[in-house]
């Protein structure tokens, strides 16, 4: 047998050693830090992806909003308003109902036109009376009103006094001083609410005369202290006298209409509602 040599068996085991070596080496996985760091911070910010559509939520506050105000019975018929409201703003204001039937349809169709712009414009249910179509004008604004607090107006208009007329129900909304007695938001508080008495005013069937409550310049309750007794008067100023007191209060002036059968009334009614404001200083 041939004898080994000791260097060679030196120089084969210190090869496989070395061998051994790199075969452990290339099996163990490879972790780079800046590469996990990197896959890190990949993943941190893969959230915020949402975010995006979070945004897109928030701006569809400012999207329109179609509301519809409460049913107004008036003497002459229902009246109802439907708005639009965009960026807390009226975009556009239409009657679904309004009075209808002889004249009553004409005064619509002359006044409702006219009280959407006026709604538009003023953004609020602080807006004035159409000339002629009293009622409809105080249904209106009750209606429109009622469809700003749907809306969410509610606050706004506190701050800035809106309020509704009380007299008969058929007030439309007012403005900066509020519209009942008590008055509501910040202007009512400032302006304390006065009553005066009109002048008697003698009419062919009777005195009439006239007390108002005032408020910021805006009348919120109107009535008759005298009226037209005896007979058929009584008749007439019952039918008479509650319609006149509602328009007072819708209009805020003396420039009423006269109900039809009541001439007399309506005219003594009107005549000592002037003295009255004229005392309040309206």
């Known amino acids: 047998m041939k004898k080994s040599h000791p260097l060679r068996r030196i120089v084969l085991a210190g090869a496989a050693t070395v061998s051994g070596i790199v075969l452990?080496?290339?099996l163990k996985p490879a972790s780079d830090p800046a590469a996990a760091s990197a896959d890190g911070a990949a993943q941190q910010q893969q959230p915020a992806a949402p975010q995006g559509s979070g945004g897109v939520q928030a701006a569809g506050?400012?999207?329109a909003q179609t509301?519809?105000?409460?049913?107004?019975?008036?003497?002459?018929?229902?009246?109802?308003?439907?708005i639009t409201v965009a960026g807390g703003k009226i975009t556009s204001a239409a009657a679904l109902q309004s009075p209808t039937g002889g004249r009553s349809t004409q005064v619509s169709t002359d006044a409702v036109p006219k009280l959407n712009r006026a709604a538009v414009t003023?953004?609020?249910?602080?807006?004035?009376?159409?000339?002629?179509?009293?009622?409809?004008?105080?249904?209106y604004k009750k209606s429109l009103q009622s469809a700003l607090d749907k809306a969410?107006?509610?606050?706004?208009a506190g701050a800035t006094g809106g309020g509704s007329a009380e007299a008969s129900g058929t007030g439309g909304g007012t403005g900066g001083t509020g519209g009942d007695a008590s008055g509501s938001g910040s202007g009512a508080g400032a302006a304390q609410a006065k009553t005066v008495t009109g002048k008697a005013v003698t009419t062919d069937y009777g005195p009439v005369q006239v007390r108002v409550t005032v408020a910021g310049g805006k009348i919120?309750?109107?009535?008759?202290?005298?009226?037209?007794?005896?007979?058929?008067s009584d008749q007439i100023s019952a039918?008479?006298?509650p319609k006149l007191n509602a328009a007072a209060v819708a209009a805020g002036n003396a420039d009423i209409d006269a109900v039809s059968g009541a001439t007399y009334t309506s005219g003594g009614y009107k005549e000592s509602l002037q003295s009255a404001?004229?005392?309040a200083g309206g």
């Open 24 to 26: 452990l080496l290339s």
């Open 152 to 156: 969410g107006a509610a606050g706004a």
């Open 220 to 232: 919120t309750k109107a009535e008759a202290v005298q009226q037209p007794k005896g007979g058929r």
């Open 67 to 82: 509301l519809t105000g409460d049913v107004v019975k008036t003497d002459y018929g229902n009246v109802q308003v439907r």
């Open 122 to 139: 003023a953004g609020t249910a602080d807006i004035d009376a159409v000339s002629g179509a009293t009622y409809t004008s105080g249904g």
């Open 61 to 63: 506050g400012t999207e």
């Open 277 to 279: 404001l004229d005392q």
């Open 239 to 241: 039918d008479a006298v």
